[in-house]
């Protein structure tokens, strides 16, 4: 294996697209005559709002030329609290590694890449959601479940 981790910039962007779409497909079980070309517009626009005003960072995961990974974060703003006196939030997401790459570090070391990056931001305030097959990835890396949050379901 000869593995490298790029930071994705919007040269990446049709690749971060698919690749959006490629995970969301695998975390909510969605088969492939789903249509996801509202999602993926979405995305892609995402994509270039946020990899030029610095609100998003992905790294792209190749052996060789093959793609075979990648993981991002989202970086934004609430109201300052007692626990987050500068209001900064992060928000890991779209961790992916392909099947046959699974088990060998790559989804840890991308994860700590994302994290280092965040905190050289100044942000501690950093949350994910975790599949089942994901989950002992975080956990192992530190991260805690959270018991105190809600949602609104639509």
Do not use: W
């Given at each position: 294996m000869n593995l490298t981790y790029k930071r994705a910039t919007i040269e990446d962007i049709d690749l971060?697209?698919?690749?959006?779409?490629?995970?969301?497909?695998?975390?909510?079980?969605?088969?492939?005559?789903?249509?996801?070309s509202k999602v993926e517009k979405q995305s892609y626009d995402y994509?270039?709002?946020?990899?030029?005003?610095?609100?998003?960072i992905a790294y792209l995961i190749f052996d060789e030329n093959y793609f075979i990974g990648t993981g991002g974060v989202s970086?934004?703003?609430?109201?300052?609290?007692?626990?987050?006196?500068?209001?900064?939030k992060a928000y890991i997401m779209n961790m992916y590694t392909h099947p046959n790459y699974r088990r060998m570090g790559i989804a840890y070391k991308t994860l700590d890449m994302l994290i280092s990056d965040t905190k050289c931001k100044g942000i501690t305030s950093i949350f994910l959601e975790a599949t089942a097959m994901g989950r002992p990835l975080y956990e192992k890396y530190g991260?805690?479940?959270?018991?105190?949050?809600?949602?609104l379901p639509e």
């Open positions: 971060l697209t698919e690749t959006r779409i490629e995970v969301l497909r695998a975390a909510n079980k969605l088969s492939d005559d789903i249509d996801m994509y270039k709002k946020a990899l030029c005003d610095g609100t998003h970086f934004f703003q609430v109201m300052p609290t007692y626990h987050n006196p500068s209001g900064k991260f805690v479940k959270m018991n105190d949050e809600m949602e």
